[in-house]
C-alpha cells in the first residue's frame, strides 16, 4: 500500500501522547454529552441527564431558578442539574405537576437564566406564594441536598451506620470549624 505524499506547505505539528489523550478526551466526551439538551445548558465537568418533558430552554430556566433558590457559587451545576432532572421525572408522570411547572416557567421572563442574581431573586420573591415556587423550592432542598455532588462538595462523607459509626471514623474531622479551647468544651465537672 502506498503511503500519500505529505504536503510540505504545511508545518509539522508534534504533540506528545498526553496532550493527545487529553485534547481527544475532551473533544469525545463533548460529542457524546452534546446529545443531550440539559448538557448543552449547564456549564462545569462533562456530564448529562436525560430530560422527557421539558425543552433546554425551560431547563435552562429551571436550572437557575434552582441555582438561585439554594445558591453556592462553587456547587458545579451537576448537582443542580439532578435537581432539573427530577422535577423533569415528576413532571413526566404526573399531569398537574407538568402543569405546575410549565405555568411557573412561562411566568418568568425569557431572559430570566442570564439575568444578573439580583433581578432573579427579585422575580422569584413575586411569585413565592405561587404552587410552581413552593414545588420548585422543595424539589430543590429535597434532591440537591441529598445528591452525592453535594456531599463531596460540602465534605460530608454520608451516613456512618454501615461504616461502623462515626465514633471510629473521626466525627470530629471537620477542618472547616475552628477548634473548641478546653474551656468552652462544655464537659459536665465530675464526668471525666
Not at 37 to 53: F, N, S, T, Y
Not at 62 to 73: F, G, N
Request: glycine share 6%; hydrophobic share 45%.
Amino acid at each position: 500500500m502506498n503511503k500519500p505524499a505529505r504536503s510540505t506547505s504545511a508545518p509539522l505539528i508534534t504533540i506528545d501522547r498526553r496532550d493527545l489523550l487529553k485534547a481527544t478526551a475532551g473533544a469525545l466526551t463533548g460529542l457524546v454529552v452534546a446529545g443531550t439538551p440539559l448538557a448543552l445548558i449547564a456549564k462545569g465537568r462533562a456530564w448529562a441527564v436525560d430530560l422527557a418533558v421539558l425543552s433546554s430552554a425551560e431547563a435552562a430556566a429551571l436550572l437557575a431558578v434552582t441555582r438561585t433558590i439554594c445558591p453556592h457559587d462553587k456547587l458545579d451545576d451537576l448537582a443542580y442539574a439532578l435537581v432539573v432532572q427530577a422535577i423533569d421525572t415528576q413532571a413526566n408522570t404526573d399531569a398537574h405537576t407538568h402543569q405546575i411547572v410549565k405555568d411557573g416557567l412561562a411566568a418568568l421572563v425569557p431572559s430570566f437564566g442570564s439575568a444578573a442574581e439580583p433581578d432573579r431573586v427579585a422575580a422569584l420573591k413575586k411569585m413565592e406564594s405561587s404552587d410552581f415556587f413552593q414545588f420548585t423550592r422543595l424539589k430543590t432542598i429535597q434532591t440537591l441536598y441529598t445528591s452525592p455532588v453535594a456531599y463531596a462538595h460540602f465534605g460530608y462523607e454520608g451516613e456512618a451506620f454501615s461504616k461502623g459509626g462515626y465514633l471510629f471514623r473521626g466525627f470530629n474531622d471537620l477542618r472547616w470549624l475552628p477548634e473548641v479551647p478546653a474551656e468552652d468544651s462544655g464537659s459536665v465537672p465530675g464526668n471525666s
